[in-house]
Antibody, heavy 122, light 108 residues
Framework: QVQLQESGPGLVKPSETLSLTCTVS??????????WNWIRQPPGKGLEWIGY???????NYNPSLKSRVTISVDTSKSQFSLKLSSVTAADTAVYYC??????????????WGQGTLVTVSS | DIQLTQSPSFLSASVGDRVTITCRAS??????LAWYQQKPGKAPRLLIY???TLQSGVPSRFSGSGSGTEFTLTISSLQPEDFATYYC??????????FGPGTKVDIK
């Protein structure tokens, strides 16, 4: 059974960098069959795709966040990570990691982490 | 970016009702559309992908249809555990992958 688990600080100060890690168990981030995504959801609002990384290290980001986002993968630890720089209160959200299937995620995101709330506040 | 709209935004229904939610895309996305169910405090759950393919483990009362710009999610007989918010997502053109604004299904 594939499981994803987000971890990282729940509180980040404005202008600092948000850093989260997603640990994958029961599966491998080294599989060429999947893409590893980050999605966020501000409190009471809808879902926003942040970006993905493929096992090879290739990435794709939401243009609205591209200048501030970096996603990386550590296959030895079966983890992938998100860094979002220069955060503001607008980045306060529940952050999810999720596995995407099919060529270029075409078959949707079938496994999700439980989500972690990150609050941006001084 | 491809924009998705959902209608209705909110619907009130009773157990046993047939429920239909519509998702419209701002341009054609062939059949690259997924549907998710989200309950409060939980991660979204994949219900349907490729517009009409039922995800493994999802009850058969859920079905999806459509292609191009108009899609529907149907719940044939609403059950108590189906009260939730439903999102569509386009996977045809990116970046970015986009989600619809959601449809909340509440108890009448």
């Amino acid at each position: 059974q594939v499981q994803l688990q987000e971890s990282g600080p729940g509180l980040v100060k404005p202008s600092e960098t948000l850093s989260l890690t997603c640990t994958v168990s029961g599966g491998s981030v080294s599989s060429g069959s999947y893409y590893w995504n980050w999605i966020r959801q501000p409190p009471g609002k809808g879902l926003e795709w942040i970006g993905y990384i493929y096992y090879s290290g290739s990435t794709n980001y939401n243009p609205s966040l591209k200048s501030r986002v970096t996603i990386s993968v550590d296959t030895s630890k079966s983890q992938f990570s998100l860094k979002l720089s220069s955060v503001t209160a607008a980045d306060t959200a529940v952050y999810y990691c999720a596995r995407g299937r099919g060529y270029d995620n075409s078959n949707g995101f079938d496994y999700w982490g439980q989500g972690t709330l990150v609050t941006v506040s001084s | 970016d491809i924009q998705l709209t959902q209608s209705p935004s909110f619907l009130s229904a009773s157990v046993g009702d047939r429920v239909t939610i519509t998702c419209r895309a701002s341009q054609g996305i062939t059949s690259y559309l997924a549907w998710y169910q989200q309950k409060p405090g939980k991660a979204p759950r994949l219900l349907i992908y490729a517009a009409s393919t039922l995800q493994s483990g999802v009850p058969s009362r859920f079905s999806g249809s459509g292609s191009g710009t108009e899609f529907t999610l149907t719940i044939s007989s609403l059950q108590p555990e189906d009260f939730a918010t439903y999102y569509c997502q386009q996977l045809n053109s990116y970046p970015p992958f986009t989600f619809g604004p959601g449809t909340k299904v509440d108890i009448k």
